[in-house]
């Protein structure tokens, strides 16, 4: 390519952007949930035959994978998006909300696909320009463990990659930033039940009971010494109970209650303590009382740690497009990606490209049935991922 780069990439980024938009609310109309998206994965698929010099392959059901293999070999660079969308009615009134009932694209994920799908599609005019290979991952099944990216890492799709990068778009930044994190990112998300065993009977004879409520509430309550009491306090974790569930009536204490919930952590030491940690708790309250109990930990993804020389790679592929401004240097949350299944298998970057807008109302969290994003934001997520590429390369 005897053109400019950068003029070139900033021409074609301009020129698609409509097209990115238009695919992200045909996604969004037509949302699948994980391992169930067959035909967003097929529309991917076609959309990545019709650019031409990308090798499609399947490695499972519902993912798909592009090669665009440069005309001279080197290395290369992973970029992924994920897919599938959350168990949510959408309460959303858009002209393109979705068709699908009780299944709505309410993270971004629609976005994700579309932006890198309008990166594939300019990079395959570039093939005579990329000195080795770039791989687009588009990857089933974020949202459900044991998540998509740890099922295609184990098919070998990363083996001879060199670095991978991904983004989420990210509505508690404002559209028009980036964020940045280096190191710990986004936190491990493991989840358990617990399950108290007592003595039901009348409410009007407690002393005839092993009352589970009050028992249970006990635990909840001191699952919280786990964090305040046992955790060094500068070392971010996060122990939340989100269900409770017992009783059947107003006049009767029940025999048993359950209770589900998530711990969130960086340390991997600090991870493996845990569960033990919180066992002691429960099984001292419940000996206490006379009561019994069942315990079960689930370990989710790793946590999300960006290695540093990616990490710089795309903080100075920002800095180059749009200058230092647009750039926040965010603090670590305590949510969870699999992305890190990637990072554990090879050095990878994860970043946020911010799509909250307060003036238009684009104020929902994620998973909210009302969730939406800022659409000025994909042109972001394309033009990083598209300079990002050169950068790697060495090109500009």
């Not at 617990?194 to 409410?203: M, P, R």
């Not at 100075?316 to 200058?323: A, F, N, P």
Request: hydrophobic share 35%; with cysteine.
């Amino acid at each position: 390519m005897t053109v400019d780069l950068k003029e070139y990439l900033k021409d074609q980024v301009s020129d698609i952007i409509p097209e990115v938009i238009e695919w992200r609310r045909y996604l969004h109309q037509y949302p699948e949930i994980s391992y169930h998206e067959y035909e967003t994965a097929q529309f991917v698929a076609d959309q990545l035959s019709s650019f031409g010099n990308i090798e499609i392959t399947r490695p499972t059901e519902t993912s798909v994978i592009g090669r665009l293999i440069g005309d001279s070999s080197g290395p290369v660079l992973g970029m992924r998006a994920d897919m599938d969308a959350l168990p949510i009615e959408e309460q959303n009134d858009f002209e393109f909300t979705s068709k699908h009932p009780g299944v709505m694209h309410a993270c971004g994920h629609d976005g994700h696909t579309a932006m890198l799908l309008g990166t594939a599609k300019i990079l395959s005019t570039c093939q005579a320009s990329i000195e080795g290979e770039i791989r687009f991952i588009f990857q089933h099944a974020e949202e459900l463990q044991p998540g998509g990216a740890e099922e295609l890492v184990q098919t070998g799709v990363v083996d001879d990659v060199n670095w991978i990068i991904g983004a989420h778009l990210w509505t508690p930044i404002e559209s028009g930033k980036v964020g940045i994190i280096y190191g710990p990112m986004m936190a491990s998300p493991d989840m358990f039940h617990i399950t108290i065993n007592g003595k039901g009977g009348h409410a009007a004879m407690p002393h005839s009971t092993v009352d589970s409520i009050a028992i249970g509430s006990q635990v909840v309550t001191n699952l919280q010494h786990v964090v305040a009491r046992y955790n060094n306090p500068i070392e971010p974790l996060v122990l939340s109970v989100t269900q409770f569930n017992g009783g059947t009536a107003h006049n009767v204490i029940p025999g048993a209650v359950s209770m589900t919930g998530t711990v969130r952590s960086f340390n991997p030491e600090l991870r493996a303590d845990i569960p033990g940690l919180m066992e002691r708790v429960v099984r001292g309250i419940t000996d206490a009382h006379g009561a019994s109990y069942e315990f079960e930990y689930i370990p989710g993804y790793r946590p999300v740690i960006n290695e540093k020389q990616v990490t710089r790679l795309v903080e100075e592929t920002v800095t180059d497009v749009y200058g230092t401004e647009v750039i926040e240097y965010s603090d670590p949350v305590m949510a969870g990606e699999d992305f890190s299944g990637y990072q554990h298998a090879k050095p990878g970057a994860f970043f946020f490209i911010g799509a909250g807008n307060q003036e238009k109302g684009i104020t929902y969290p994620h998973h909210h049935e009302r969730f939406t994003i800022d659409e000025d934001a994909l042109r972001k997520g394309v033009d990083i991922f598209t300079h990002a590429a050169f950068k790697f390369f060495n090109k500009i």
